[in-house]
């Protein structure tokens, strides 16, 4: 039963616009969450991360919001460049239990066009 | 050489052989990681290392043995592979188990014939 899921397996917006990629969790001892972006033939990079003692958190043009009633985040990215063109997984972990347990979902490819 | 390198980038291997996959992590992280991901599926933890000792090892097959010979260095020996097992894996380090950043490597494709 997949913990981490991001429903949307891709997404493509224009350049300078929005770019919102959801993910939702059910298991309610997650209380960090993290964003990686991946490009092809590199490893997932570190973008940006919420706690959940917080609701948002912002790093330039990337921020993420957490409602934890829902048990969803999203991820928003403005304006979109077409480097920002990756496949971006979320992930979950439960900072009481393993420390080292990240649970990833299957990840969103988003396509910005110039 | 910086970051998390991984070799090889690419691996084709009959079910009978043997092989390792390398990680060199340059970070001074003392926490190492192997993950499975493979198609349409999400990135799957398989072992993790802290200061050399094995903290987790999620029921991964024992045909996978993993070595920790330091904290920069971790190795996957693969024998007996199934073809099922062909996928990318990636090898992560982060700083201990309280930074729950992880960086990773670019991978090794492993496909199994």
């Known amino acids: 039963d997949q913990q981490v899921k991001q429903n949307s397996p891709s997404l493509s917006v224009q350049e300078g616009r929005i770019s919102i990629l959801n993910c939702d969790y059910t298991?309610?001892?997650?209380?960090?969450f993290l964003w990686y972006k991946k490009y092809p033939a590199e490893g997932p990079t570190f973008l940006i991360s919420?706690?959940?003692?917080?609701d948002k958190n912002e790093d330039g043009r990337f921020t993420v919001f957490l409602n934890k009633s829902a048990k969803h985040l999203s991820l928003h990215i403005v304006p979109s460049q077409p480097g920002d063109s990756a496949v971006y997984f979320c992930?979950?972990?439960?900072?009481?239990?393993?420390?080292?347990?990240?649970?990833f979902g299957k990840g969103t490819l988003l396509t910005v066009n110039p | 050489e910086t970051g998390v390198t991984q070799t090889p980038r690419h691996l084709v291997m009959g079910m009978t052989n043997k092989k390792s996959l390398k990680c060199e992590q340059h970070?001074?992280?003392?926490?190492m990681y192997w993950y499975k991901q493979s198609a349409k599926k999400p990135l799957e933890l398989m072992f993790v290392?802290?200061?050399?000792?094995?903290?987790e090892n999620n029921s991964v097959p024992s045909r996978f043995s993993p070595e920790c010979p330091n904290s920069s260095h971790l190795f996957l020996h693969l024998h007996t592979l199934q073809p099922e097992d062909s996928a990318l894996y990636l090898c992560?380090?982060?700083?201990?188990?309280?930074?729950?950043?992880?960086?990773f490597g670019p991978g090794t494709r492993l496909t199994v014939t």
């Open positions: 992560a380090s982060s700083q201990d188990g309280t930074d729950y950043e992880q960086y």
């Open positions: 290392y802290s200061l050399e000792e094995r903290v």
């Open positions: 992930a979950a972990i439960s900072t009481g239990g393993s420390n080292y347990k990240l649970t």
């Open positions: 970070l001074g992280h003392n926490a």
């Open positions: 919420i706690s959940s003692i917080k």
């Open positions: 298991n309610s001892m997650f209380d960090y």
